[in-house]
């Protein structure tokens, strides 16, 4: 085999210049410098809450490929983190502190000082979360009740680990989807419901923004299960109704904008550029993103009667819906709801081949579409 050259990229700097425990070195912040050449690599790595760093042990000798580790069992060298390794390079997983110029603040880093860095990525966990999602027993467990870890959360008012998974439905996390969790866990804690998107337990949303993306994650009410009613009365609120009708209507304070516009100055900047202007130059994104984290996960801790009014309410509710037969359009060949199609000479065509008006929902509401 070839050999292979590798240039250093930079350099650790911290107070540890002999090899030690590597317990006491994590526990102490390091600095990651980089070389002014790998400037551009760095960009946005402040999206990266955790990294990996890949260095050189340079005080360190190839030792055995095998010995005992700090528990007394004898291990391969490659089943262990020995620094006395056949290419004497190390990998561990740190925490990104901030980034000042060509600077990286890292806790967590085992490399001691002036030790060469070969490499930084990105730190990776999904494969970890996928072998998790393979527990035989806890898949059975999500079969037979798919929202269970989301029961668990609304039941310990677990606004945070809820927000981050919403995060995962919405693709961000921001005050309106925080809000909307932060409703949704109020109202089903209230009612005590529990949604199995079998149509007996309803939301009604009255804004397609993203307050409507936090109800329907905490609530379980979708379009696609026939529980989520959507009313274009542009108001952050919403209803969560069993199918008597009865249920609770939480709605935001006029005042909770400016609440949280005084906790949080930053985000309103970065809003204005990013969103309304549509500047989107990758820092500015960046930051946005950043401070809109900070913000989301903030206005969860904002007490909820500041924020939100609530009322007992009873709503009409629409019959469950009904099962639609399909018929083949005449022009396309796609099969369609029977109910969406114009009948012409005994054919069915559908709306888009017959040129019919259809109705739209976007994110500016619902309007008519006319062909």
């Known amino acids: 085999m070839n050999n292979i050259n590798i240039s250093p990229i930079g350099i650790v700097q911290n107070s540890f210049n002999k090899p030690t425990s590597h317990h006491e070195i994590k526990s102490h912040q390091s600095i990651v410098v980089i070389d002014d050449k790998y400037s551009e690599a760095l960009l946005n790595i402040e999206c990266c809450n955790y990294i990996d760093i890949v260095f050189f042990f340079h005080q360190s000798e190839a030792g055995s490929l095998s010995g005992k580790i700090y528990n007394g069992e004898t291990r391969g060298v490659f089943a262990s983190r020995s620094p006395k390794r ?161 249920g609770i209507r939480i709605c935001s304070k006029h005042e909770s904008q400016q609440i949280i516009k005084e906790q949080f100055p930053d985000f309103n900047k970065y809003y204005q550029q990013v969103v309304v202007e549509q500047n989107h130059c990758p820092e500015i994104v960046n930051t946005f993103k950043k401070v809109s984290l900070q913000r989301a996960f903030e206005t969860l801790n904002i007490d909820f009667d500041s924020l939100f009014t609530v009322q007992y309410v009873e709503s009409e509710i629409p019959s469950y819906a009904k099962i639609l037969e ?25 709306y888009s081949c017959s040129g019919s008006n259809t109705y739209i929902l976007n994110g500016n509401g619902i309007y008519e579409s006319k062909r």
Request: glycine share 8%; aromatic share 6%; proline share 2%.
């Open 86 to 246: 056949p290419n004497l390079i190390g990998i561990t997983t740190v925490k990104l502190i901030k980034k000042e110029g060509n600077k990286l603040f890292v806790l967590g880093l085992d490399a001691i000082n002036q030790s060469p860095v070969i490499d930084i990525k990105c730190c990776d966990t999904s494969f970890l979360e996928m072998a998790n999602e393979k527990n035989e027993i806890h898949c059975s467990i999500l079969k037979a009740e798919p929202r269970i870890e989301i029961i668990n959360l609304i039941a310990n008012n677990n606004t945070e680990q809820l927000l981050l998974k919403a995060g995962q439905l919405h693709g961000h996390f921001c005050p309106g989807l925080a809000m909307g969790v932060k409703a949704a866990t109020f109202a089903m804690n209230k009612l005590k419901a529990k949604s199995d998107g079998m149509e007996d337990l309803l939301a009604i949303t009255e804004t397609n923004n993203c307050f409507a993306d936090g109800v329907q994650f905490v609530t379980g009410c979708s379009f696609g299960n026939n529980s989520l009613i959507f009313k274009d009365l542009g108001k952050t609120a919403f209803t969560l109704t069993f199918r008597n009708g009865k």
């Open 326 to 350: 399909s018929v083949i359009c005449s022009k396309c060949g796609e099969s369609v709801m029977k109910s969406r199609t114009n009948t012409i000479n005994n054919n069915f065509i559908c």
